[in-house]
């Protein structure tokens, strides 16, 4: 009887125990506001980072800034400066670091990939808030709000949930200190906004640069759905922003985010699609490693395509066509490896993907595609490499594949 009882007791310990330590593990949180006071005549940002309620559980943040971007740190408690980082170590109760942020910032000798005008300012918010390590308790996660501090008049477009007016809700699950990132325009704005495809979808334009808000978010209502089926759920929250001259004629990814030249069409003459470019880069997240730009932005590239012709945007019979345009394109590329994928090798990358496409299905009797091996490549979220591409691929398709049609 004895024996029985002890028994007993030991499987209620069992269960016990670890629900006992599940229940103790407690997360613990601290408030971080980061926020952002306009100076147009200035073209500059005050910025500000605060900590609040549970600061004392951060013992030090350092920021990789560009010192030619970031200047005149000071704030409460240590700050130490070195090459390329700022360390603050703020006081336990909490305190402010404060510098100034330099809007402007020039792509080329003539173009800008950020610019602050007299009614307006767009930029990239990892780059007023840069990249940051945060030694902190472990296990600690912060709860972020971004504010805005404005002149009167003046909107704010983020890709983030609105709290009230100028500020917002930062949230990234897959980080422990959530900091702004993404596409941000500020100012006499004009604002078009729409659940897509499950996500909460802003087009967003300064006043008087000829953006053609209606005409994107017709385009987006049509192609989103089909970016979603080939590639899994869209963010929650999706910012596309445009401005006229003197920014870049081009398109520029983001995270939940992109930006669109104004004057730049939404389906070029090629059949390919700059905007749906940037949002498969949006939508993968992938960054390239050593040898990998040719993927990424081959698969950015021909997606492009690939959503217009699933969305019946284009016919099949363009869609053939552009592959062939782009095959003569890139049969001038020597090789796919390089450092930096110019527009001739992401032509030839789109032959070889889309042959690559084409023997997955064959290879697995059409239950699974290069959908796949991107799906993989999302949740791995590494650097993307043509090894790393080739294990995708092998994960996808049982064997590689990639070998004999990339030498082609």
Request: charged residues 25%.
């Given at each position: 009887?004895?024996?029985?009882?002890?028994?007993?007791?030991?499987?209620?310990?069992?269960?016990?125990?670890?629900?006992?330590?599940?229940?103790?593990?407690?997360?613990?949180?601290?408030?971080?506001?980061?926020?952002?006071?306009?100076?147009?005549?200035?073209?500059v940002?005050?910025?500000?980072?605060?900590?609040g309620?549970?600061?004392?559980?951060?013992?030090?943040?350092?920021?990789?800034?560009?010192?030619?971007?970031?200047?005149d740190?000071?704030?409460?408690?240590?700050?130490?400066?070195?090459?390329?980082?700022?360390?603050?170590?703020?006081p336990?109760?909490?305190?402010?670091?404060?510098?100034?942020?330099?809007?402007?910032?020039?792509?080329?000798?003539?173009?800008?990939?950020?610019?602050?005008?007299?009614?307006?300012?767009?930029?990239?918010?990892?780059?007023?808030?840069?990249?940051?390590?945060v030694?902190?308790?472990?296990?600690?996660?912060?709860?972020?709000?971004?504010?805005f501090?404005?002149?009167?008049?003046?909107?704010?477009?983020?890709?983030?949930r609105?709290?009230?007016?100028?500020?917002?809700?930062?949230?990234?699950?897959?980080?422990?200190?959530?900091?702004?990132?993404?596409?941000?325009?500020?100012?006499?704005?004009?604002?078009?906004?729409?659940?897509?495809?499950?996500?909460?979808?802003?087009?967003?334009?300064?006043?008087?640069q000829?953006?053609?808000?209606?005409?994107?978010?017709a385009?987006l209502?049509?192609?989103?759905?089909?970016?979603?089926?080939?590639?899994?759920?869209?963010?929650?929250?999706?910012?596309?922003?445009?401005?006229?001259?003197?920014?870049w004629r081009?398109?520029?990814?983001?995270?939940?985010?992109?930006?669109?030249?104004?004057?730049?069409?939404?389906?070029?003459?090629?059949?390919?699609?700059?905007?749906?470019?940037?949002?498969?880069?949006t939508?993968?997240?992938?960054?390239?490693?050593?040898?990998g730009?040719?993927?990424?932005e081959g698969?950015?590239?021909?997606?492009?395509?690939?959503?217009?012709?699933?969305?019946?945007?284009?016919?099949?019979?363009?869609f053939?066509?552009?592959?062939?345009?782009?095959?003569?394109?890139?049969?001038?590329?020597?090789?796919l490896?390089?450092?930096?994928?110019?527009?001739?090798?992401?032509?030839?990358?789109?032959?070889?993907?889309?042959?690559?496409?084409?023997?997955?299905?064959?290879?697995?009797?059409?239950?699974?595609?290069?959908?796949?091996v991107?799906?993989?490549?999302?949740r791995?979220?590494?650097?993307?490499?043509?090894?790393?591409?080739?294990e995708?691929?092998?994960?996808?398709?049982?064997?590689?594949?990639?070998?004999?049609?990339?030498?082609?």
């Open positions: 009887m004895r024996f029985h009882w002890l028994v007993w007791a030991l499987l209620v310990m069992c269960i016990a125990v670890p629900a006992l330590a599940q229940e103790k593990r407690v997360t613990t949180t601290y408030d971080v506001v980061f926020e952002a006071a306009l100076i147009p005549t200035e073209r940002v005050r910025a500000t980072i605060r900590l309620r549970g600061a004392s559980a951060v013992r030090w943040i350092q920021l990789s800034i560009d010192p030619e971007r970031h200047l740190f000071n704030g409460d408690g240590e700050i130490e400066e070195s090459e390329g980082h700022i360390r603050w170590t703020p336990r109760g909490g305190g402010e670091l404060h510098y100034t942020f330099r809007i402007d910032h020039l792509r080329n000798q003539a173009a800008y990939d950020a610019r602050c005008a007299e009614q307006w300012a767009l930029f990239r918010g990892g780059d007023l808030f840069p990249p940051a390590r030694r902190a308790k472990k296990g600690a996660e912060s709860i972020s709000v971004l504010k501090r404005m002149p009167k008049r003046w909107s704010s477009a983020v890709p983030y609105r709290l009230s007016e100028g500020a917002y809700q930062i949230l990234n699950p897959t980080r422990l200190f959530d900091r702004p990132t993404g596409w941000m325009l500020v100012g006499r704005l004009g604002i078009l906004r729409e659940r897509i495809a499950g996500s909460h979808v802003a087009v967003a334009g300064p006043i008087g000829g953006v053609r808000r209606q005409d994107m978010l385009f209502r049509w192609t989103l759905p089909a970016l979603r089926d080939a590639t899994g759920p869209l963010p929650d929250r999706l910012l596309i922003v445009s401005a006229g001259d003197p920014m081009g398109g520029l990814s983001g995270p939940r985010s992109a930006f669109l030249h104004a004057e730049r069409p939404l389906i070029t003459t090629d059949a390919t699609s700059p905007l749906l470019h940037e949002l498969v880069h939508q993968m997240g992938a960054r390239a490693g050593e040898d730009d040719w993927i990424v698969l950015a590239e021909l997606y492009s395509l690939e959503i217009l012709v699933r969305s019946r945007s284009i016919s099949r019979r363009r053939r066509g552009s592959l062939s345009r782009l095959a003569d394109r890139g049969s001038a590329a020597p090789r490896r390089t450092a930096h994928a110019d527009p001739v090798i992401t032509a030839r990358a789109v032959g070889v993907l889309h042959r690559l496409d084409e023997a997955i299905r064959d290879a697995t009797e059409h239950e699974a595609s290069l959908d796949d991107v799906t993989e490549l999302m791995t979220r590494g650097p993307v490499t043509t090894e790393s591409f080739r995708a691929i092998r994960i996808v398709a049982g064997r590689d594949l990639l070998g004999a049609i990339a030498e082609r």
